[in-house]
């Protein structure tokens, strides 16, 4: 319990959740950081330069 | 520390400098564009072909995006309508929420470790809004307030998609999420890892887990 007046403790994550939540962490950048990494296809950048030439 | 963001560039570029073209902002919003429709469709050809046709449409309205605005919350508003358009195309084809997550998820290949297309399959089977809220704060290191201006979506409704996702991940990977924790404590054993070796060995990546529970958790956690 805290002392009247103290602010209220907040829940502290057990240790378990933290290294769950790091290992997820983790999987999800080892996941979707390649996509973001790799070239973008010349397809598109051709449909975004055409409509840049056509203005 | 996570990745520089495309969508906050693109912001400070409108910001800064009002001569970027649209064009420009649209380039330079295309990765993160790119890993939001992964997260989306689960799939890379299809993430492909929906980045692709949310372009046309934005090229096809470019005159009513308004210059010193957002572009990526503009952009990420166009992604997700014409997902969720193609969604209600599909399904009267097929439910793809229905579909094996096996069959739509891309494989890494051999050098994927089995904890990684484990939760590959397993982010298949969260809400697509849950994955993509999850992505974006996780992944692309948004606050809960960009993604809530990029989705038209509460703060708070973030939060808690955020952490039901999680919670969802750890109870299909673990299986403890919900159990409750005893009150009353049992004998430290001598390990010092802080994780539960019952939790750890569940999980498909233990190994992962583990170390992690020995190198972070366990080191830093155990000298509170």
Request: hydrophobic share 35%; aromatic share 0%.
């Given at each position: 319990m805290s002392k009247p007046g103290s602010p209220p403790k907040r829940a502290r994550k057990a240790p378990s959740d933290k290294a769950f939540d790091l290992w997820l962490d983790q999987g999800l950048h080892a996941m979707f950081d390649e996509v973001a990494k790799e070239p973008i296809p010349e397809e598109l950048l051709r449909l975004i330069e055409q409509d840049r030439n056509n203005k | 520390m996570p990745l520089p963001q495309d969508d906050q560039a693109t912001a400070h570029m409108v910001a800064s400098e009002p001569e970027v073209s649209f064009h420009d902002l649209l380039v330079a919003a295309l990765p993160a564009l790119r890993q939001q429709a992964l997260a989306l469709t689960r799939n890379r050809a299809d993430a492909d072909d929906l980045v692709q046709t949310s372009v046309s449409s934005a090229l096809a309205a470019q005159t009513s995006f308004q210059p010193g605005t957002n572009f990526g919350a503009w952009m990420a508003r166009i992604l997700r309508n014409r997902f969720l358009s193609n969604m209600r195309r599909r399904r009267e084809i097929v439910d793809i929420e229905d579909a094996p997550a096996s069959l739509l998820a891309r494989s890494g290949g051999q050098e994927e470790g089995l904890a990684i297309q484990q939760l590959r399959h397993l982010i298949g089977k969260l809400p697509a809004d849950h994955r993509l809220v999850l992505i974006m704060i996780s992944?692309?290191?948004?606050?809960y307030e960009e993604a809530s201006e990029q989705l038209d979506v509460p703060v708070g409704t973030l939060k808690c998609r955020v952490s039901r996702a999680r919670a969802m991940l750890r109870r299909w990977l673990l299986?403890?999420?919900?159990a409750p924790k005893p009150r009353v404590a049992a004998p430290k054993p001598r390990?010092?890892?802080?994780?539960p070796s019952h939790a750890l060995s569940a999980l498909p990546a233990a190994p992962v887990m583990a170390k992690l529970g020995r190198d972070k958790a366990g080191a830093q956690l155990e000298r509170r």
């Open positions: - | 992944v692309q290191g948004m606050s299986g403890d999420d919900e390990a010092r890892a802080s994780v």
